[in-house]
């Protein structure tokens, strides 16, 4: 709950207090609570309450069973409540959370089942005209017949099938009559003034009654339910006004045409002029909220009404007005047009009734009574408008306007009512002025010089090529560039130079908020902009061109805030510049696609229909004038890939201005955006990786597995070169979080308090989804090789630089040699060096170049014979080959569905799992409180958290362990008496919420089932990897056996009050099996002498305190005497004699944040040389992390001395079995203890 009202920055309210109050684990109370929350929404309790009911309806799907008899509705209200935050109150940021929720229900599921249907049906487009009922027809009528009368969403489902039957009544299907009436009907009943639907139900009865009045005119119940139907579509809006905060033009403009329509139709029942002045009133007023362009809607209708009240008062003037509009419509509507026989009727008998006037005695009654049946064919036909004229869907509101002339007063010293001078200003001046857009009387621009290109900044012109070509845009050369300018504009500088250089800098500020997410960042290179603009004169060589790149960005920001005042702003910027510019030069074409672009953004939310014709226009004037352009560059300093980059964006934006004007005109079907990856290559990138997870995003909403599954591994596959190694490692780290997980929003107030989308726990993730989506589209492998190309991907970065190429040295000696020569650079340049210092820029350059090095390397190795997947992700028959020594468990745990893949020698089988991601986050939020409890704590407080572990791990078993451990072939217990050697072996690459729980203990351990062998730990003995890739790498070690050193232990203080505690004991354990243990421990124990004391051991212990970093985990570490040994410290080592390291410190082997990533201390252990670690998933309790290092070692110990390490994973497994069977009533006790890599 706190996760979602966050989000939509909403509160808990009294309202939503009452409603969740209500709410139990009883699953009927939840849909109680939500449909109470959706009443109170549509009332007093606002958005608050819409926000909470998708909260809760998302809860219960995520912890209900998927065969509750409720969860169809509990899908329909989830539905109805993102539609009251679109429709009510214009908020759609919970709107892709939601259809990713309802997408997860229709899998697994028959077209059929009241579930699947749930989840599509509503959000189907309507059938177009002459088209056969959808094939979800039936299911959806079935659906709807089933629920109870009151159910808040049956009006809807209803309505929609009200309308699918009109469709094929306005194309011909007269049998479809009497269902439109019924579903109308039947929705009409079922509504209250306060619906969220009830104006647009209200309209659909409306255009019902009125089409069964049509056919059988002397039923006039037909024509008085359709007064009601309008009234009632009237006062729904009239409430959305009044109780929501989105405009409601549209909903207002039908209720209007449809009341209008009632009244018309009801005028020859009854002679009043009140009707008919009424029913124009309302035409009027559906002619003043609709677009400009009505469709003829007014057009068609005004005319027989003016003629109606010319008869009433004996009005001439109202009957010529109605023969102009008639004449008019028969001048402009094309000859052939369907409506022009009506016309001609209806003017016809306008005509006639002019004539009659002129020549009958004018008795009013006398007069009434002769015309009267004359008006019924005048009123009727073809006024009733196509059901698609009923409001459009929801769009998003405008809110906060962003950064315009007047906002940025404070920051130039300009009052809100200075004057506009649009004189040029210069740098001397005590103000900065700049009009609200550009004057409109200067002079012709100066021509472009080449010296306007020269004396760039170094870092600022690195940093513009990178934006601009293949390589990576590292934030250190982005700050090192943007203060290099900042520094340039501050002096002398020509006025072409002047907009050259503003320009490169509002570009790379803007690249800033890229890694940054911030919207104050793009807001700061907007004010940048508009502050050179003001210093330049409007005629200079460069002034437009910087009026483009700011008034583009200015758009951006209004979208980012939702203000149509800064998107109007940006359009009208762009629109001057375009008036400037050679027609048909590049910079025209680049000027008119962003003019489109703004001008569609603004027009769709203005719902104008001129200004969404006009940016179509121009977008196929710009694809015809890039079509024309010559081949080759224009001019010598052409941008290399300007062209290529101009060509993507106009295509994408044409495709955005094209669907906001079909959308604007209400004659839309969801047409995906264009997206070419073959051509998309010619990219950036970050352009490459961002277009891919657009068409991601799109294709899933859509439902396109196949198109979602390319677009995931499109993404994934520039993933590398956005995430390059020659970035810092916290950057790439942050740009992995950015482009993995999603964009940052603000949190609850307090000093630093920020969330992520998705949190620590729960969530989104670019691996597990592309996983999911191929698993949608039936593609088993690929999904595998999608998951383990998305995940650990700074841990596979590292390992290239540390992988065996004893292979490529057999085929390639001289290969061989220089890609290890280059990782040691590559190693070298990744050593921190004094930031901001004189030589940082040097450095920046080096680490850049090296990266470019090792990536042109790695290309060449790969079209070497046999060498074609060096240092690729693994393929499927590698992930078979890897699963020689046991079955690999690969869990995929996504909002949309979820699976484990189980890699065998034999392939790789497919099981899906009853696990929803919510659930997983919530039980893993359980249980990491419940691990928490100490011994300190109450007996019966840590009685209830050991109820809680034994809980969840009985959990794990049912939902995910058992499934696995079955398609494993591992379905009976360990025989007693089974030599250890004989223990079979699986390995668990888990990612997401799961990271943080053991599935190695998923079982049922109480006393009383303990020997039925339902567990983990009497199947198999566990391992854990971060990928297939990592145990790959673990296995490429010197084969695992006998070792007879250097052995070291690292020891500090563990007690809780700063003594000793267990570490003296874990040592001397050590240290009775292990001769010549050399032992770093108290003062002596620093970073930098455990750093060098670890390059030579090949077996190293630590008894000391480990932390996960929850923010950064990055920089999690192990506390030693100067402070902390970090991840990035110890994966920066080269360690050729590691075997074996001990962890037992607390929860070394966890990650808050990027549990996709693996980035903790058993990680950062493997990626540094070491192939097994044993590590804890949380703190371990002192003695028995003792008892675990005597039995380990003791168990270790190999003939003649020293250790044998080759079977530490079945060591472990039987000594937690140990543990288990001594503590059998405390499982947090003996479950945290695992096994990482081969």
């Not at 003034?193 to 409306?206: K, S």
């Not at 950064?403 to 010293?413: L, M, R, S, V």
């Not at 439902?703 to 995931?712: I, P």
């Not at 799992?913 to 928490?932: K, M, N, P, Q, Y």
């Amino acid at each position: 709950m706190d996760r979602e009202l966050v989000r939509c920055e909403a509160v808990w309210t009294p309202d939503v207090e009452q409603h969740l109050a209500d709410a139990g684990e009883d699953p009927e109370s939840w849909l109680q609570a939500a449909a109470g929350l959706l009443r109170a929404s549509w009332n007093e309790g606002g958005r608050n309450c819409a926000v909470a009911a998708v909260a809760v309806l998302q809860y219960a799907l995520d912890m209900g069973e998927r065969r509750d008899p409720r969860r169809h509705r509990w899908v329909l209200h989830l539905w109805l409540a993102e539609r009251t935050l679109a429709l009510r109150f214009g908020d759609h940021r919970l709107s892709d959370d939601v259809h990713r929720h309802l997408a997860a229900q229709t899998q697994g599921r028959p077209a059929d089942d009241p579930v699947a249907v749930a989840a599509t049906y509503p959000e189907e487009p309507p059938p177009r005209h002459f088209e056969p009922p959808r094939p979800s027809h039936p299911h959806a009528v079935r659906l709807a017949e089933g629920l109870p009368p009151d159910d808040l969403v049956r009006p809807c489902l209803l309505a929609r099938l009200a309308q699918s039957a009109a469709f094929r009544l306005e194309s011909g299907d007269m049998s479809a009559l009497e269902e439109t009436g019924r579903w109308a009907d039947a929705a009409f009943a079922g509504i209250t003034t306060d619906h969220v639907e009830a104006g647009l139900i209200g309209c659909t009865a409306v255009h019902a009654s009125l089409a069964r009045f049509r056919d059988r005119p002397s039923d006039t119940q037909g024509v008085r339910s359709a007064l009601r139907a309008g009234r009632s579509a009237l006062r729904a809006v009239e409430h959305s006004r009044r109780h929501g905060t989105r405009p409601v033009d549209a909903e207002a403009a039908s209720a209007h045409l449809a009341f209008s329509l009632a009244l018309a139709a009801y005028l020859p029942l009854d002679l009043d002029r009140e009707v008919v002045e009424e029913a124009i009133v309302q035409l009027e007023a559906f002619r003043a909220s609709a677009p400009p362009d009505d469709s003829g809607i007014y057009a068609g209708n005004m005319p027989a009404l003016l003629a109606a009240r010319g008869v009433l008062t004996g009005s001439h003037a109202d009957l010529r007005r109605a023969d102009d509009l008639w004449a008019a419509l028969q001048r402009d509507l094309p000859r052939d047009h369907a409506l022009m026989p009506h016309i001609a009727a209806k003017r016809a008998a306008g005509a006639k009734l002019a004539q009659m006037l002129k020549t009958l005695p004018g008795n009013g009654t006398w007069l009434f009574k002769l015309v009267g049946p004359m008006l019924g064919p005048l009123l009727s036909g073809v006024q009733l408008p196509p059901i698609r004229m009923y409001a459009p869907p929801g769009r998003r509101g405008v809110s906060s306007p962003g950064p315009g002339p007047e906002d940025f007063a404070p920051f130039t010293g300009v009052s809100r009512s200075a004057p506009v001078d649009p004189g040029p200003r210069r740098g001397g001046d005590a103000t900065v002025v700049w009009p609200p857009v550009p004057p409109a009387d200067t002079g012709p621009a100066e021509p472009a010089s080449p010296a306007d290109l020269e004396g760039l900044p170094p870092d600022a012109a690195a940093a513009r090529d990178a934006l601009m070509g293949a390589g990576a845009v590292d934030p250190r050369m982005l700050a090192l560039a943007v203060e290099q300018l900042r520094t340039a504009l501050a002096g002398p500088l020509s006025d072409g130079q002047r907009g050259f250089f503003a320009a490169t800098l509002v570009e790379l500020m803007v690249q800033q908020y890229t890694f940054s997410d911030d919207p104050k960042d793009l807001e700061r290179a907007v004010r940048c902009g508009d502050e050179q603009l003001a210093l330049l004169p409007p005629t200079s060589a460069r002034y437009v061109e910087l009026l483009c790149v700011v008034e583009m960005h200015r758009h951006n920001h209004g979208m980012v805030h939702e203000s149509e005042a800064t998107i109007a702003r940006a359009a009208d910027g762009l629109a001057w510049a375009l008036a400037r510019l050679p027609e048909m030069s590049l910079s025209w074409l680049s000027c008119a696609t962003l003019y489109a672009h703004a001008l569609s953004a603004v027009s769709w939310l203005r719902r104008e229909v001129a200004g969404t014709s006009e940016a179509v226009r121009l977008v196929e004037l710009a694809e015809r004038g890039l079509d024309a352009l010559p081949d080759g560059p224009l001019h010598p300093h052409e941008p290399a890939g300007l062209r290529a980059q101009l060509r993507h964006t106009l295509a994408d934006i044409a495709a955005l201005v094209r669907r906001a004007h079909d959308e604007v005109l209400q004659n839309s079907e969801e047409a995906p955006a264009a997206w070419n990856p073959a051509a998309d290559r010619v990219l950036p990138p970050r352009a490459r990786f961002e277009r891919a997870r657009v068409a991601l995003g799109g294709a899933v909403e859509r439902r396109d597995w196949a198109l979602a599954t390319d677009a995931a591994g499109a993404a994934l596959e520039a993933l590398p070169l956005v995430v390059s190694q020659a970035l810092h490692r916290d950057d790439r780290q942050a740009v992995l979080r950015t482009a993995l997980l999603g964009r940052r929003y603000p949190g609850p107030p307090g000093p630093g308090r920020t969330t992520d989308l998705p949190d620590r726990l729960a969530g989104t993730s670019l691996a597990r989804t592309a996983c999911a989506v191929a698993l949608a589209a039936g593609r088993t492998e690929r999904a595998a090789a999608l998951l383990e190309q998305g995940r650990a991907v700074l841990m596979g970065q590292d390992l290239q630089a540390r992988t065996d190429v004893s292979d490529l040295a057999a085929a390639h000696p001289r290969t061989a040699d220089e890609f290890t020569a280059l990782a040691r650079r590559m190693r070298e340049t990744e050593t921190p060096g004094a930031a901001d210092g004189p030589g940082e820029a040097a450095r920046i350059r080096q680490q850049h170049t090296v990266a470019e090095e090792w990536r042109r390397l790695l290309t060449r190795i790969r079209k070497l014979d046999g060498f074609d997947h060096f240092l690729l992700p693994p393929s499927a028959e590698q992930m078979r080959r890897e699963a020689a020594e046991g079955p690999i468990a690969l869990i995929n745990i996504d909002g949309l569905r979820s699976d484990a893949l189980v890699v065998t020698t034999g392939g790789i089988e497919l099981v899906p799992l009853d696990v929803t991601e919510g659930r997983l986050a919530l039980e893993a939020r359980r249980f990491l409180t419940a691990v928490s409890v100490g011994a300190g704590l109450p007996r019966a407080r840590r009685r209830e958290a050991a109820e809680t572990v034994f809980d969840i791990l009985e959990w794990l078993w049912d939902a995910i362990a058992e499934p696995v451990l079955k398609a494993a072939g591992l379905t009976r217990p360990i025989p007693e008496g089974t030599p250890r050697g004989a223990v079979p072996r699986l390995w668990w690459s888990a990612s997401g919420p799961l990271a943080h729980l053991p599935l190695h203990a998923a079982g049922h351990h109480r006393a009383g089932v303990l020997g039925d062998g339902r567990s983990v730990l009497d199947r198999v003995a566990s391992s854990y990897t971060p990928s297939i890739r990592a145990l790959r790498h673990a296995r490429q070690a010197p084969a695992a056996g006998r070792t007879t050193g250097p052995f070291l232990a690292v020891r500090r203080p563990t007690g809780a009050d700063g003594g000793e505690g267990a570490s003296v004991d874990e040592v001397a354990a050590m240290a009775r099996v292990l001769g010549g243990l050399r032992t770093v421990q108290g003062a002596d124990a620093t970073a930098a002498r455990v750093l060098t004391e670890l390059s030579s051991a090949s077996v190293v212990h630590f008894a000391c305190h480990g932390l996960s970093d929850a923010e950064d985990p990055s920089r999690s570490r192990l506390e030693l005497a100067d402070g902390p040994l970090g991840v990035l410290d110890v994966a920066r080592g080269h360690l050729p004699h590691a075997r074996l390291a001990v962890l037992l410190a607390c929860h070394t082997t966890r990650a808050d944040r990027l549990p996709d990533e693996a980035i903790h201390l058993t990680s950062a252990f493997q990626t540094a040389g070491y192939p097994q670690v044993v590590g804890a998933l949380w703190e371990a309790t002192d003695l028995v992390s003792v008892r675990l290092a005597e039995r380990l070692y003791d168990s270790l110990r190999a003939y003649g001395g020293g250790l044998d390490v080759g079977d530490t994973a079945r060591v472990v497994h039987g000594i937690v079995r140990e543990l288990r069977a001594r503590h059998a009533g405390s499982p947090r006790v003996w479950a945290p203890y695992v096994h990482t890599g081969r």
